[in-house]
């Protein structure tokens, strides 16, 4: 009798450990997992705030493609977010209005819509 009592309390430790693991050290969530399988589920996304505002703005707009300017390429990081995130509507070059992070200016652009974190420009 005490070798059975012996074994389930080394299972139920063995499993109490695993569970402590993936609740307190992986930060395992499990509302990401059984959301995983619906339809447009995008979790917490650690994407900068310019990212998710365009993304917004093309969605609203129903864009097909767009153009950033400058300041977005001379920031990477924001700048492949951004590619990567608004995937699949792609860059097009040719495009007279572009998209710009705020804190910058062009002279040669006139600003046709300011938002909170991107303006929309036209060349």
């Known amino acids: 009798m005490n070798k059975k009592i012996i074994k389930y309390l080394i299972l139920f430790t063995i499993f109490a ?56 390429l001379d920031n990477q990081y924001i700048y492949q977010r951004t590619v990567e995130y608004i995937y699949p509507v792609r860059i097009n070059k040719n495009l007279n209005e572009s998209f710009s992070l705020k804190n910058t200016k062009d002279e040669n652009c006139k600003i046709i819509k300011s938002y909170k974190n991107i303006n929309k420009l036209k060349c």
């Open 17 to 72: 450990q695993l569970f402590y693991i993936s609740q307190e050290r992986l930060n395992f969530n499990w509302i990401n997992l059984t959301n995983s399988f619906k339809k447009n589920y995008k979790g917490d996304l650690s994407l900068p705030k310019e990212t998710l505002e365009l993304a917004e703005i093309i969605e609203e707009e129903s864009l097909n493609s767009y153009k950033l300017d400058n300041s977005f």
